[in-house]
């Protein structure tokens, strides 16, 4: 039962189908793009509206923020499907997106707006004494961000596939087909909550970069 629990959550299984849906969240854009202009700008306008309206953010930063989303959302999605690997239930995956966001945005901020970046480090009327302290605090703070970002996003996924996997594999347990039909309907439930949870770590990964790029300004 454990081999098969956390078996989904194994790379090397199912090796050529996994690494073929791996590269849907790089295809999805070209996809779209080829798809019909005038179906795709009113879909990209909408979004664009909608954030915009939103956030007021610019269009540099709307593209930015809306292809972190999607990346994060597709991968998300991508491990919903049976058998396909969920990358997004790494570590190693989340981690390696995040840090480069991250440092990313440091070294830009660093570079651009270097003595703002500097002054942040110590809040306005701390006392002399303490910041030697507070500047290791905000240095500590900043540097684990890419690390809580990517654990905030793997356990959310890791509950909800392990979830998933504990009640689809008791289905077929119950002879009763009154016990069958509302199992399948609790995973069907929980395979719609599973898709709210996917939209909204898509949403807190990429609003939380785009507030450590704005911070860094």
């Not at 050529?16 to 990209?44: A, D, G, V, Y």
């Not at 991508?78 to 690997?85: A, C, N, Q, R, S």
């Not at 509950?159 to 609790?186: C, P, R, V």
Request: charged fraction near 5%; proline fraction near 4%; glycine fraction near 4%.
């Amino acid at each position: 039962m454990m081999m098969s629990l956390l078996s989904i959550f194994d790379p090397s299984s199912f090796m050529m189908f996994n690494w073929m849906c791996s590269t849907m969240p790089f295809l999805c854009p070209i996809l779209m793009l080829s798809w019909s202009s005038s179906n795709f700008n009113s879909l990209f306008k909408l979004i664009k509206d909608l954030v915009h309206e939103i956030f007021k953010f610019n269009d540099l930063t709307l593209l930015i923020f809306i292809s972190i989303f999607v990346l994060i959302f597709i991968s998300n999605v991508m491990g919903l499907i049976p058998y396909v690997f969920c990358a997004t239930s790494h570590f190693s995956y989340n981690f390696s997106i995040g840090l480069t966001l991250w440092m990313t945005t440091m070294l830009w901020g660093m570079w651009n707006f270097s003595e703002h970046n500097i002054a942040h480090l110590t809040p306005m009327g701390c006392p002399l004494v303490l910041v030697p302290f507070m500047v290791l605090v905000e240095i500590v703070s900043s540097l684990i961000r890419p690390i809580t970002l990517s654990l905030r996003l793997m356990s959310n996924m890791l509950a909800g596939h392990l979830i998933l996997t504990l009640i689809s594999s008791n289905i077929d347990f119950f002879s009763s087909i009154l016990m069958s039909s509302s199992m399948f309907i609790i995973h069907t439930g929980m395979m719609m909550f599973e898709l709210g949870v996917a939209l909204i770590q898509s949403y807190i990964f990429s609003f939380l970069m785009f507030l450590y790029w704005k911070e860094s300004k």
